[in-house]
């Protein structure tokens, strides 16, 4: 019904910048959550930046000041990634909710951010 999928991965030095699309297709529908997520290698998946409710930013405290989200309002949302770290270094994915209780969601396939020092 909906399909997500990221770009703009790839790999930056400490420092640097980075900025990650989503693109949504598919039935049109109201999101009342759109963010980005990440996942380190043997971490777990956890929240980097978020439209929730009542369209409100939440961001993780290891990205705020450094991470901006904004969106098209169209099928389209963003992260702008700077003064990038090597902790930043994960597999990125946009997310969605949508539905009266929220009972339906998707992912991106993820993409790739690796930062150097």
């Known amino acids: 019904q909906v399909q997500l999928k990221e770009s703009g991965g790839g790999s930056a030095q400490a420092g640097g910048s980075q900025r990650l699309s989503c693109e949504a297709s598919?039935?049109?529908?109201?999101?009342?959550?759109i963010g980005w997520y990440r996942q380190a290698p043997g971490a777990q998946r956890e929240l980097v930046a978020a439209f929730g409710k009542g369209g409100v930013t939440e961001y993780a405290d290891s990205v705020k000041g450094r991470f901006t989200i904004s969106r098209d309002y169209v099928r389209s949302w963003f992260l702008e990634m700077n003064s990038l770290k090597p902790e930043d270094t994960a597999v990125y994915y946009c997310?969605?909710?949508?539905?009266?209780?929220?009972?339906?969601?998707?992912w991106g396939q993820g993409t790739q951010v690796t930062v150097s020092s």
């Open positions: 598919g039935t049109s529908v109201y999101f009342t959550f």
């Open positions: 997310h969605a909710r949508w539905g009266g209780l929220d009972q339906y969601n998707s």
